[in-house]
């Protein structure tokens, strides 16, 4: 077991976490940004839970479009959101 500092695992952490977001806006400039995305795709694509992007959608952090019954999300607003999380 090795031993680390919160202080360290929090930066490692950060390190991690921002390197995926970078990939994650490379991959989401090659793909058409107006593009709808079910809630299972929406929450694959942001590497969250359903749960967490349920919460985002009622609280109206990141809000969902309903269409015929629907919940659907913008890659736009995806993209937008993962830039102010980033």
């Known amino acids: 077991m090795h ?3 919160p ?3 929090m ?3 950060k390190t991690l ?3 995926e977001f970078k990939q994650l806006i490379e991959n989401l ?3 058409q940004p107006d593009e709808y995305l079910t809630r299972n795709e929406a929450a694959e ?3 969250i839970s ?3 992007l349920w919460n985002l959608d009622k609280t109206q952090v990141l809000p969902a479009t309903r269409l ?3 919940v659907l999300y913008l890659k736009s607003s995806l993209l937008d959101f993962s830039k102010r999380s980033a």
């Open 3 to 5: 031993d680390m500092s």
């Open 7 to 9: 202080d360290s695992l």
């Open 11 to 13: 930066k490692m952490l």
């Open 17 to 19: 976490l921002k390197e």
């Open 29 to 31: 400039k090659t793909s």
């Open 45 to 47: 694509f942001l590497k």
């Open 50 to 52: 359903k749960t967490t």
């Open 68 to 70: 015929n019954g629907k």
